[in-house]
């Protein structure tokens, strides 16, 4: 079951902050994203996913950019759920909303201590791309974009 909740609700900061964790250990420092830190008034599509429980065990959000594209923000997926479906459904949810909001291309930013997200996106259709806004110059950055 994937659900939109608000940006502060409970689970999905849980899952945000176990992002950050995650990230924090693979690069060893907590200045791996550049850029606009997201908040509640930039990503204004937030999903997380749940278990048969009712568990959350990921979570992603849109954040919109120019007319007609959008940004996936903080997709995450708690390790004992990965390997399952859980992020490409998150994924397909995510691409669903962001043709609601009449967005035909998504772009997204990764780093180069995810090898396993970068083959991800690859795999489910998102083409590398140069570098955009605030990744521009970030050796560590790899960005991606689908057209919807």
């Known amino acids: 079951m994937i659900d939109p909740v ?3 609700d409970p689970d999905a900061v849980r899952l945000r902050d176990a992002q950050r964790t995650e990230l924090d250990a693979r690069y060893g420092t907590d200045n791996h994203e550049p850029g606009e830190v997201p908040t509640a008034d930039t990503v204004p599509v937030f999903l997380v996913a749940r278990d048969a429980d009712g568990t959350a065990i990921g979570c992603g959000g849109l954040r919109l950019l120019e007319p007609g594209s959008g940004e996936i923000k903080r997709m995450y997926v708690a390790p004992s759920s990965r390997g399952t479906g859980v992020a490409t459904a998150l994924l397909r949810a995510l691409e669903d909303h962001a043709r609601r909001l009449g967005l035909t291309r998504l772009l997204l930013e990764t780093g180069t201590g995810q090898p396993d997200a970068i083959r ?3 795999r489910e259709g998102y083409e590398p791309i140069e570098a955009y806004g605030p990744y521009v110059g970030e050796t560590i950055s790899r960005c991606f974009a689908r057209d919807l």
């Open 6 to 8: 608000s940006w502060d």
């Open 120 to 122: 991800f996106y690859q």
